[in-house]
């Protein structure tokens, strides 16, 4: 006979929203043998309840997780006896949380990007460093079967040695709207795109590639969103947000949360305790943030990367070509084929089945004829990396061949290519990243 001798974990998640929900319900049901949920903690109460009301709607007998206010943090780490704190707040404040819960003796898990600027990554690793807790960033998209099976190949050397990347990230209407909707249209909340998003993308290649960003370039604007160029462009409303707006009734760019159960819970019915408006208009003042980004990276191993964002694209997905002196490696994963006006996030997906996009992986070696590598891609969030991602954090990890687990090191290193991409666009010149975040990365 066998005994599971893992010790159980008692964990916190701290900032319920959206994002929270993979965690909350997770936590509270497949990995409820392994984890005990005992706090959530945010400076909105009604949303921890819809958290807890969701969990009591699949698991009655449960006793609703304790809840505690921001102020309190500090205070829920200790009375709950907390060993692990998954951090899914807004971008600005995860270093805040992440350096508190180690400095308490907690693992953490945080939710990417792991912070917003350098000043902040370097309070995290030294915090890491001084306390020797471990922080994991939930670099999902690792997890996705088919970013796997281009690790294995280009690991395996099946294109030789990668000289260069060209890789072009399409969000669609429904998706790329949405960060100028809410706190991620404040580069102070978010970074900006190439922070928030980007760190996904640029994550990959740092994986894929094992090499580390050494030089960046950027270009780019706000092309799409924004007031001036949705009042040139005759696409802008008058109106700040969406809910209680007759201005917003016609505009296909506007959130209708009272029509979305699930958004309505989380965020209208939510407001009068904090004012966060989930549904402000895409083309009203106040947007900081680019839509439409170019960066050029130099990597120590001396590879090159070609990189596009653009948050306004008809489909969503993206389309990757690795050229190595052995042959290249492309895909191409379509993640929706158009955008239906007026909805939601692109984060459900398709609407139809028809509508359903395609992953396609082709090996192209030197002298042979293209081969497609067939990976069966799985079920849930980003390709089937979250439901992994879960399983390797709170399930019975068991071997890491391809090292998929990000620590804080993998966080800040996918950071410095973004926060290098800002100081570029800012500067109008090519920045060295070790003059962003020299850590020893
Ligand atoms: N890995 C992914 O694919 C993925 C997908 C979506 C979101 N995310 C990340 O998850 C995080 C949350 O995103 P979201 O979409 O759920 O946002 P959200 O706005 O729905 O939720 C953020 C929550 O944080 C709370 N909060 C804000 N400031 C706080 C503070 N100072 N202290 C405590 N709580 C605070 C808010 O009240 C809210 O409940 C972000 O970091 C985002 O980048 C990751």
Same mark, same amino acid.
């Given at each position: 006979m066998t005994f599971d001798t893992a010790p159980r974990r008692r964990c916190a998640v701290v900032g319920l929203g959206a994002r929270a929900r993979l965690y909350t319900q997770a936590l509270a049901g497949p990995y409820a043998d392994r984890v005990d949920l005992v706090g959530f903690c945010d400076v909105n109460a009604h949303r921890m309840d819809v958290h807890n009301d969701w969990i009591a709607s699949v698991h009655p007998d449960r006793v609703p997780v304790p809840t505690y206010g921001a102020e309190d943090f500090d205070e829920m780490l200790r009375r709950e006896r907390v060993d692990l704190v998954v951090v899914c707040t807004v971008d600005r404040t995860h270093d805040d949380y992440i350096v508190r819960a180690l400095e308490a003796g907690c693992d953490v898990v945080t939710e990417k990007p792991m912070t917003t600027d350098a000043e902040r990554a370097r309070r995290i690793l030294d915090a890491r460093r001084r306390t020797g807790r471990s922080v994991r960033v939930a670099f999902n998209y690792r997890y996705n079967p088919v970013h796997s099976a281009v690790r294995e190949l280009l690991a395996g050397g099946?294109?030789?040695?990668?000289?260069s990347v060209h890789f072009e990230w399409l969000l669609d209407l429904r998706h790329g709207a949405d960060y100028f909707?809410?706190?991620?249209?404040d580069k102070a909340d978010s970074g900006g795109l190439l922070v928030h998003k980007s760190t996904h993308h640029f994550d990959l290649v740092n994986w894929w590639l094992d090499a580390t960003p050494h030089t960046v370039f950027a270009q780019g604007g706000l !092309? !799409?969103?924004?007031d001036e160029a949705g009042r040139r462009r005759g696409l802008a409303r008058d109106y700040i947000r969406a809910h209680g707006s007759p201005a917003a009734d016609d505009d296909p760019y506007a959130l209708r949360l009272a029509d979305e159960p699930i958004l309505k819970s989380l965020y209208l019915d939510a407001e009068s305790e904090d004012g966060y408006h989930r549904d402000q208009n895409v083309f009203a003042p106040g947007v900081t943030i680019e839509d439409d980004m170019a960066v050029l990276v130099r990597y120590d191993s001396g590879a090159t990367l070609t990189y596009h964002l653009t948050a306004y694209a008809p489909w969503e997905g993206y389309r990757i070509a690795f050229n190595g002196s052995e042959g290249r490696l492309e895909l191409l994963v379509e993640e929706t084929t158009w955008s239906r006006p007026g909805t939601r996030t692109a984060l459900h997906g398709a609407e139809t089945d028809e509508d359903a996009g395609r992953t396609e992986l082709l090996l192209r070696r030197f002298w042979e004829r293209p081969r497609e590598i067939k990976v069966a891609t799985g079920e849930g969030g980003h390709g089937g990396g979250d439901v992994r991602m879960l399983d390797d954090l709170f399930g019975d990890a068991g071997a890491d061949p391809l090292g998929r687990a990000a620590d804080a090191t993998a966080g800040a290193r996918s950071l410095v290519t973004g926060l290098a991409a800002n100081e570029s666009l800012a500067s109008g010149r090519a920045v060295r990243a070790a003059d962003v975040l020299s850590v020893g990365l």
């Open positions: 099946e294109i030789g040695e990668v000289g909707r809410r706190w991620h249209r !092309f !799409f969103y924004g």
